[in-house]
C-alpha cells in the first residue's frame, strides 16, 4: 500500500490500553500510519514520545504524545482517518460525547476489541478484571494468587500497565521480585499500591509496555499458571482460560453503563459481587439482576472486604485525614475507601484535606469536585509525592489513617502518627474462589 493509500490513524490514550493497541495491531501493520498518541486522565503523561525502541522499525524516530485538548488541530495537521478510543473507567455518556466530538471533526471513531488484541500464552491463564475502578481487584488478584500458592503451584503475575515515567525506555519489560525493585524502576504511587502487596506474599510480577515481550519472558520462567491483574475496567491483554470479575454494589448499575467494563461482565466465568456487607440489600439485588440479564451462564460468588487496621489506638477518637487509594476515589468516583470506613469505625473525627492542599494535589480537588473527606495518594512522580506530603503536614489533624495498599511512609516523610489499613477479600458461601480454582487446575491437567 502506497503512502498516500495509509489509513492515519490516532489512538487517544491513558498510557496503558493505547500503547499495548499500538503494540498489538499497528506497530508492523503497513495498512496503517499511527501519526500520533494523545493523553488523557493521568497528570504528566502528555508531552511524551513513544520511543523507537517500542515504536518499531516503520516509526524510527517514535512517536509524539500530546495532550487529548490537541486533537482537532492534530486531526486538521495530519489530514486523520481514524481515531481509536483507547483507555477505560468510561461512562456510556462521556463516551458518547467523545464519539460526537470526534466525528464532529471529521474522522471515524474506533473501539478495538479482544480478538485484535489479545496475545495467546502457552501457559493457563487466570484474569482478575472488573467493571469500575475500585471494585476489589487488588484483594481478589491477591486472593487467587495465594490459592495457587497454597496448592504449591507456581504463578507469575502480570499486572496492566501503568508507564507513567518520562523515558518509557526503562518500563518496556520489568520484573519484580524485590521490594527494592519497585525504586529500580522509579515507580509512582499508583504502581507501588498494586505490585508491594504482591511481591510481599512472594509471587513475581511483570508489568511494562510491551506485553508480548512480557509474556514470553513469563512463560521462560515455566510457570504453573499466569494471572492476569487488570487495570480499571479494562478486558484482559492476554487470552484468559478463567475471566473473573469484580462489581461494586455501592456502584449498582455501573457494571451495565460504563466502557469497557460491561465488556468483561459479559466475557465472565465468574462474577464477584464484592462489598456486600455495607452495600444496601436491594443494590446487590440490582447487580446480581443485571449479571442474569447480560451473563446468564456465569457462576455468581457474593463477597465481603473486611477491613483490619494495624495500631486502632493511633486514630480512635481523634482529629484525622484520611489517605485513600487514587484511581478509587479519583476516576473510580468512589467519595471514599477502606480508610474512611476505618476511621468512622473507630470514633475518628475526619477533617477535610482541602484546605491543607497544593499544588497538583489542589488541581485534583478541584477536578474530582466529589471528594470532600478523603485525600487520594497521587503521586504520578516525584514532585507530586513531595506536594502529597506537604498537604499532610499542613493538615491540622492528630493522626491519618492510611487506606492505601501500600506502606506509605516508606515513600514519604509522613511526620504524623498513622496507622495503615487493610482489607482482603472473604467469599460468602459456595462455590468459592477455592472450589473454582481446584476445578480450574484440574480441568488444565495442571501438576
Known amino acids: 500500500m502506497s503512502e498516500k493509500e495509509k489509513i492515519k490513524v490516532i489512538i487517544m490514550g491513558a498510557a496503558g490500553r493505547d500503547f499495548h493497541n499500538f503494540n498489538s495491531h499497528f506497530r508492523g501493520n503497513t495498512n496503517y500510519e499511527v501519526v500520533a498518541f494523545t493523553a488523557q486522565q493521568i497528570p504528566g503523561i502528555g508531552d511524551r514520545k513513544y520511543p523507537p525502541e517500542l515504536s518499531g522499525d516503520l516509526y524510527p524516530d517514535g512517536i509524539e504524545i500530546y495532550p487529548e485538548e490537541k486533537l482537532p488541530e492534530l486531526v486538521e495537521k495530519f489530514d486523520v482517518d ?108 499508583e504502581e507501588r499500591e498494586e505490585y508491594e502487596p504482591m511481591i510481599n506474599m512472594g509471587v513475581t510480577l511483570y508489568a511494562g509496555v510491551d506485553y508480548e515481550k512480557i509474556i514470553r519472558q513469563a512463560e521462560d520462567e515455566d510457570p504453573d499458571v499466569i494471572t492476569w491483574d487488570g487495570g480499571n475496567n479494562d478486558f484482559p491483554f492476554y487470552k484468559p482460560d478463567l475471566l473473573i470479575v469484580l462489581t461494586d454494589p455501592h456502584r449498582a448499575g455501573h457494571e451495565i453503563s460504563y466502557y469497557p467494563g460491561e465488556t468483561n461482565l459479559q466475557m465472565a466465568d465468574v462474577v464477584i459481587i464484592n462489598k456486600v456487607e455495607t452495600a444496601d440489600y436491594d443494590d446487590v439485588q440490582t447487580v446480581r439482576k443485571n449479571i442474569r440479564e447480560v451473563n446468564p451462564e456465569a457462576t455468581i460468588i457474593e463477597a465481603a472486604s473486611p477491613i483490619s487496621v494495624e495500631e486502632p489506638d493511633k486514630i480512635k477518637g481523634k482529629r484525622v485525614i484520611v489517605v485513600e487509594d487514587g484511581p478509587t476515589v479519583t476516576h473510580g468516583n468512589m467519595p471514599y475507601g477502606a480508610g474512611y470506613v476505618a476511621a468512622q469505625r473507630f470514633g475518628a473525627e475526619i477533617v477535610d484535606p482541602r484546605p491543607f492542599a497544593v499544588g497538583s494535589i489542589q488541581d485534583t480537588f478541584e477536578k474530582y469536585t466529589h471528594l470532600e473527606n478523603v485525600l487520594p495518594a497521587m503521586g504520578y512522580g516525584e514532585e507530586q509525592m513531595k506536594e502529597l506530603q506537604k498537604t499532610i503536614e499542613k493538615a491540622d489533624v492528630d493522626a491519618v489513617v492510611v487506606g492505601t495498599p501500600i506502606d506509605l511512609a516508606r515513600l514519604i516523610d509522613i511526620g504524623k502518627p498513622n496507622t495503615r489499613v487493610k482489607y482482603d477479600l472473604q467469599e460468602i458461601g459456595k462455590p468459592d474462589l477455592e472450589d473454582i480454582l481446584g476445578e480450574f487446575v484440574k480441568e488444565q491437567g495442571i501438576k
Open 82 to 189: 481514524q481515531c481509536i478510543l483507547s483507555y477505560s473507567d468510561l461512562s456510556y455518556d462521556y463516551v458518547g460525547h467523545k464519539i460526537a466530538w470526534v466525528n464532529s471533526l471529521g474522522p471515524d471513531i474506533r473501539f478495538m476489541g479482544p480478538d485484535l488484541t489479545m496475545y495467546e500464552s502457552e501457559k493457563p491463564v487466570v484474569a482478575v478484571c472488573a467493571v469500575r475502578t475500585g471494585c476489589g481487584k487488588s484483594q481478589t488478584s491477591r486472593r487467587v494468587n495465594q490459592i495457587f500458592v497454597d496448592m504449591g503451584l507456581t504463578p507469575i503475575n502480570i499486572r496492566h500497565p501503568m508507564p507513567y515515567d518520562p523515558d518509557l525506555t526503562m518500563q518496556i519489560a520489568q520484573r519484580y521480585e524485590k521490594l527494592e525493585d519497585m525504586d529500580k524502576y522509579r515507580c509512582t504511587i
